[in-house]
């Protein structure tokens, strides 16, 4: 009996093992339009967070679907590219860039603390190789691709950090009130000698 149970015990530790320390799953590029396009969910981290495929020269299209109201994942940062944008509470919002070189390239939130990694792979198209990493107009001109920073209001961000500097004011309100009696018992019981 004793050695089922340690076999069972076993068998879940591989078994968490595995999930939390195993193979990564990366993400796939789809092409749409001749733009690359890859959904990414925010919601504690990045889902996916390691993206395999991109090619360079292609124009790349990053959808955050952010699932969550946290301050930390309210902007994206991929340093290589200069993209630094706004990702409002529960909304998809569109980053977009063209990677220019294969290599491997961090994006992640403004602090660092969440982060994934895209690769970049292969060689540039030569058609869009001398394109500079423009958007191509119907009329033949290029127009550089807009970023969801300038799509964001500072007006949506307020009104986001004032609605979660309300919740955190309630949650420390609530744990106070609910810590006092339990404070006070044990910290009486020590002080006045009460048993």
């Known amino acids: 009996m004793v050695w089922l149970v340690v076999a ?3 068998g879940i530790t591989g078994l968490l093992g595995w999930y ?15 733009v690359q396009v890859v959904r990414i969910v925010v919601d504690g981290g990045y889902s996916p967070d390691l993206i395999e495929g991109v090619r360079p020269g292609v124009p790349l299209r990053l959808l955050f679907d952010r699932r969550e109201g946290g301050e930390c994942t309210s902007r994206v940062v991929v340093p290589d590219f200069g993209v630094n944008a706004a ?7 569109a980053v977009e860039f063209t ?3 294969a290599g491997e390239y961090r994006f992640g939130c403004g602090r660092n603390m969440v982060s994934g990694l895209l690769r970049v792979q292969g060689e540039a198209p030569r058609q869009l190789a001398t394109s500079g990493g423009a958007f ?22 307020e009104a986001e950090r ?3 500097i309300r919740d955190l004011s309630h949650r420390v309100i609530v744990g106070a009130v609910l810590t006092a009696p339990v404070l006070f018992a044990v910290m009486a019981t020590e002080l006045f000698k009460v048993a």
């Open 87 to 93: 990702l409002p509470a529960f909304r998809t919002t």
């Open 20 to 34: 939390f320390f195993g193979s990564e799953r990366a993400g796939r590029v789809q092409l749409e339009n001749g």
């Open 136 to 157: 191509p107009e119907a009329d033949g001109r290029h127009a550089e691709p807009a970023t969801a920073a300038a799509l964001a209001t500072a007006d949506e961000e």
């Open 99 to 101: 990677p220019t070189s």
């Open 8 to 10: 069972v015990a076993v």
């Open 162 to 164: 004032s609605a979660e």
